[in-house]
T-cell receptor, first 112, second 112 residues
Framework: ETGVTQTPRHLVMGMTNKKSLKCEQH?????MYWYKQSAKKPLELMFV???????ENNSVPSRFSPECPNSSHLFLHLHTLQPEDSALYLC???????????FGQGTRLTVV | AQSVTQLDSQVPVFEEAPVELRCNYS??????LFWYVQYPNQGLQLLLK????STLVKGINGFEAEFNKSQTSFHLRKPSVHISDTAEYFC??????????WGAGTKLIIKP
């Protein structure tokens, strides 16, 4: 149990579907992150939230839309994805930006 | 921009043998350094971190790493590996801009 929970663990969606990934942390952390992990590539930071405000958006396509309704929850809304978006999506949280991140188990996304 | 290089994409080693996973980073400023481990179908878990102080850092599961500022390296070592150490290991660097820069990962393959 890492304190960061992601649902669902696996998701298969068509290119015209709309779905959402959910992340929840019960660690009292102030920062939350979305990462994309593709095979044979370094981890890609997608979004960073600090105290519910987005502070980083690393040129992510608009078909990915994050939402942070409170400090414990983070969502990633997906629509009209492409097959190359298939990857493991990892959520993480940290107390602040200088401390280590705690990761969820990830959502394995397959776009067909 | 900072970068992190993990020189080996995979390292095969016999069980109970020692192992070293290499990590080099490019930075002329103070950094925080991390090693994370990812077991199959899991998220990332912190192994150890260097923030300041002693350059030899001990982590979980018998791993340790040494920060070498002159060589800008942070190599991970374990004196005797077990089958359960089979995983992918990621080196990461964080600077005053807070963003974690990740290496591409090294797969540790334990041979019986």
């Amino acid at each position: 149990e890492t304190g960061v929970t992601q649902t669902p663990r696996h998701l298969v969606m068509g290119m015209t579907n709309k779905k959402s990934l959910k992340c929840e942390q019960h660690l009292g952390h102030n920062a939350m992150y979305w990462y994309k992990q593709s095979a044979k590539k370094p981890l890609e930071l997608m979004f960073v939230y600090s105290l519910e405000e987005r502070v980083e958006n690393n040129s992510v396509p608009s078909r990915f839309s994050p939402e942070c309704p409170n400090s414990s929850h983070l969502f990633l809304h997906l629509h009209t994805l492409q097959p190359e978006d298939s990857a493991l999506y990892l959520c993480a949280s940290s107390q602040d930006f200088s401390t280590e991140a705690f990761f969820g188990q990830g959502t394995r996304l397959t776009v067909v | 921009a900072q970068s992190v290089t993990q020189l080996d994409s995979q390292v095969p080693v016999f069980e109970e043998a020692p192992v070293e996973l290499r990590c080099n980073y490019s930075s002329s400023v103070s950094v925080y350094l991390f090693w994370y481990v990812q077991y199959p179908n899991q998220g990332l878990q912190l192994l150890l971190k260097y923030l300041s102080g002693s350059t030899l850092v001990k982590g979980i599961n018998g791993f340790e790493a040494e920060f070498n500022k002159s060589q800008t390296s942070f190599h991970l070592r374990k004196p005797s590996v077990h089958i359960s150490d089979t995983a992918e290991y990621f080196c990461a660097v964080s600077d005053s801009n807070y963003q974690l820069i990740w290496g591409a990962g090294t797969k540790l393959i334990i041979k019986p």
